[in-house]
């Protein structure tokens, strides 16, 4: 199923033999394109050796962007042209209107009796009539489009099959203010309305950027998301005027406000989800939603101008990162480099089945890399930029997304495991308590033996424990707990250590990381 189908009369003339018209016609039958204008062919009797130049008149029907269905015609027909190996040449190409103007809308309606009823005043009868037709009360259910009130009143009293026939005295009215705007200028304010949606989606990003930067001192980001914030406000300008230059009037001022508030309100949204955060969070929101936004389009677009068996291939790669959440272990590499920051495997800190699911779910994330390649191909059919599948094209994006996807695994996925690590190590090695991470919660306590063991009687691995000194309880596994020593001189790499002991010699009492623990 297409979407937005598009009419392009193109002027084309055709220099070749009478097999070279006929193959150009059977081309545009098979395409589906109307020929409007053809002149007679040769004779039979003219010698087949002769070349000549026709000109034909065709109808090109396509999806896609409406500002580009010109080069999407010219660039159709100049593929037939490749395919055949004919010499022809697109002369004109115009977008078909089919009728420059709409005619008004009427709706006819049964009106009140001539004389009032009784003793009611005239005046009154006449204000109660015409508020009774102005409402809608009054109508028999008919819409009609006519140039005059005296045709709309003939389509009105016109019997048709299966319908009840018009009341006496039936009259017509137009329920809107504007009886007339031009039709072939809707499509003009629908894509005029297209793009400023995406301005909303750079304007948004450039305004988180620059809120971040500037939350943050940062000059470099502060510099690029204010020039782009007035690139995108000189776009938005523009696409604006291009909107209010496409629809009536009288809706000028309605359309005018409403487009002002959207895009103050996805402006001050932007603002609001970067000031949210202490670090980029906001503005990272702020651009994974407006990625979303274009994949989503973009998919749509892949999926609508083609058929199942084109887009399945590409689309269904994509589901596979949620079949991870059916393997809990995958979530270990999560936690993994997790715990790879304080020099730890998987295998020693235990972690509940329902967090391992939840950051299995993480690799979804995948879904928007491996995505890419079909979106970016959506947007590209749909702008007319390529109109066949070329194998370099599908090289280029399969090269694209598998790059697109190492880099979420390595810089998103993993990588932010071991961001939340490092920024883990550096709160204990600080004596703050670190925040739980995907089922892993980071607890300060003190250890003391039990059963009146002495500390140097205890299965310690790791380095020596000293039960004086608080520890990092990063969990346990298998009978096992894991404490972790920011060692004696604070925060150093090459001093801290993972002790691993059993937890059945020790009493564990919660403290702070910044306490000494006490000799008994």
């Not at 004779?43 to 090109?60: K, N």
């Not at 102005?134 to 389509?155: F, Q």
């Not at 929101?285 to 989503?296: D, E, N, P, R, T």
């Not at 790669?317 to 993994?336: D, E, I, Y």
Request: aromatic share 8%; charged share 20%; with cysteine.
């Amino acid at each position: 199923m297409a979407i937005s189908t598009h009419r392009v009369v193109v002027l084309i003339s055709v220099n070749g033999l009478r097999t070279d018209y006929e193959l150009f016609e059977e081309a545009c039958a098979r395409h589906g394109w109307a020929i409007l204008e053809q002149p007679a062919h040769p004779p039979q009797a003219a010698p087949q050796d002769v070349l000549r130049t026709i000109e034909y008149l065709v109808e090109v029907r396509m999806p896609g962007a409406y500002g580009a269905a010109m080069r999407g015609a010219r660039l159709q027909v100049e593929k037939v042209a490749h395919q055949h190996r004919l010499d022809l040449h697109v002369r004109i190409a115009a977008r078909f209107q089919p009728d420059s103007r709409r005619r008004p809308l009427w709706r006819s309606y049964a009106p009140l009796g001539a004389s009032p009823p009784g003793p009611v005043p005239a005046w009154l009868w006449e204000w109660l009539g015409r508020g009774a037709a102005g409402s809608g009360l009054r109508d028999t259910g008919r819409e009609v489009r006519a140039a005059s009130r005296e045709e709309a009143l003939r389509l009105a009293r016109k019997p048709l099959p299966g319908t009840t026939s018009a009341p006496p005295g039936v009259r017509v009215r137009t329920p809107t203010a504007n009886p007339e705007h031009p039709l072939g200028l809707r499509w003009a304010g629908t894509v005029a309305m297209g793009r400023l949606g995406y301005v909303l989606l750079g304007t948004s990003v450039c305004g988180a950027l620059l809120t971040a930067a500037l939350r943050n001192a940062v000059p470099g980001p502060a510099v690029v998301g204010g020039l782009g914030l007035a690139a995108m406000s000189g776009a938005f300008v523009m696409v604006l005027r291009q909107h209010l230059a496409a629809v009536a009037s009288e809706r000028r001022g309605a359309e005018m406000h409403t487009a002002r508030a959207a895009w103050a309100t996805v402006l001050g949204m932007s603002v609001l989800l970067a000031a949210a955060g202490t670090s980029w969070d906001g503005a990272v929101a702020v651009s994974v939603i407006a990625a979303l936004s274009l994949v989503l389009r973009g998919l749509y677009l892949f999926i609508q101008q083609r058929t199942w068996r084109d887009w399945v291939p590409w689309v269904l790669p994509a589901l596979l990162p949620f079949a991870f959440g059916a393997f809990p272990g995958v979530g270990s590499f999560v936690h993994r480099a997790y715990l790879g920051e304080f020099g730890l495997e998987v295998g020693d800190v235990a972690v509940p089945g329902h967090w391992q699911v939840a950051a299995a779910f993480k690799w979804g994330l995948l879904v928007l890399a491996l995505l890419v390649g079909p979106t970016v191909y959506g947007h590209i059919r749909h702008n007319h930029l390529a109109v066949e599948d070329r194998v370099m094209f599908g090289v280029v994006i399969g090269f694209g997304v598998l790059g697109m996807s190492f880099w979420v695994v390595n810089a998103v996925i993993l990588g932010v495991a071991e961001e939340a690590g490092a920024d883990a190590r550096e709160a204990a090695a600080r004596g703050d308590t670190p925040s739980a991470y995907y089922g892993i919660a980071p607890e300060w306590v003190c250890a003391r033996p039990l059963g009146g063991k002495r500390p140097d009687e205890l299965a310690v691995r790791g380095g020596e424990f000293t039960p004086t000194r608080p520890y990092l309880m990063l969990g346990d596994s298998r009978g096992t707990v894991v404490l972790w020593d920011p060692g004696p001189d604070g925060p150093s790499r090459k001093d801290d250590r993972a002790l691993h002991l059993r937890l059945a010699d020790l009493r564990l009492t919660p403290t702070e990381g910044d306490r000494r623990c006490p000799d008994r």
